[in-house]
């Protein structure tokens, strides 16, 4: 029996839509109660507290076994690149998650070992002073730069106008940076907020992708993978090794 070369499988499963290997949404469990009203006091209070980067640091502790301690993530998408992510984002989306109005199971535990709004203040405080690590997962099929014409294209048409010319988003609207995260945790986000299985999102945001097919998802994906992570990148190995 024939055999796929083993490259070739690896890039086939790394590179499947990001919906193909999810669980039947109906077999999950019915998620516990959802509370905006707690998830939202403790975003404002932990705004109000500033942050501290260097005290996020050790806070950061519980975040970076998966997420990395540089804030990487991972290039397959299953777990985004945060270095470098506005602070005001952040702090939204744990407070979210910690009060489950955004479903994460696999965070939830962990964000939950954050002691309150300081903790989350700081942790988000020192993601976003992170140096941007080189690279991260883009979408490499044959198609790409067809995908990503038209993903800037969608995106200038759709998504300039809060998510900012080259993808940074703001900081001061708690819109998120979106350029150079990896292709396939963008395609599984928006994919969850077309379908409404994440619920977090700006309701104007929502009712813009929600007519997009999955075709122009991996399109739009594409395109802002392919762009470059606003901030300041980290040294290269060998010029750190020189100090």
Known sequence: MLKMPYLLCVALIALAPAWAAEPARSSLPPPPEKSPSQAEAERALALAEGGDAAAGKAAYEVCSACHLPSGFGRRDGGYPKLAGQHATVLIKQIADIRAHVRENGGMHSFAMELRGPRDIADVAAHIESLCIPPGNGRYVMPDADTRIAEGGRIFDRDCVDCHQPRGQ????????????????????????????????????????????????????????????????PCEPVQAQARK
């Open 169 to 232: 988003g703001s900081k001061e609207k708690s819109y998120p940076m979106l350029a150079g995260q990896h292709y396939r945790y963008l395609l599984r986000q928006m994919a969850d907020i077309r379908d409404g299985y994440r619920q977090n999102v700006d309701p104007d945001m929502v009712k813009t992708i929600k007519k997009h097919k999955n075709g122009e998802l991996q399109s739009l994906a594409a395109y802002l993978a392919a762009l470059d992570t606003p901030g300041t």
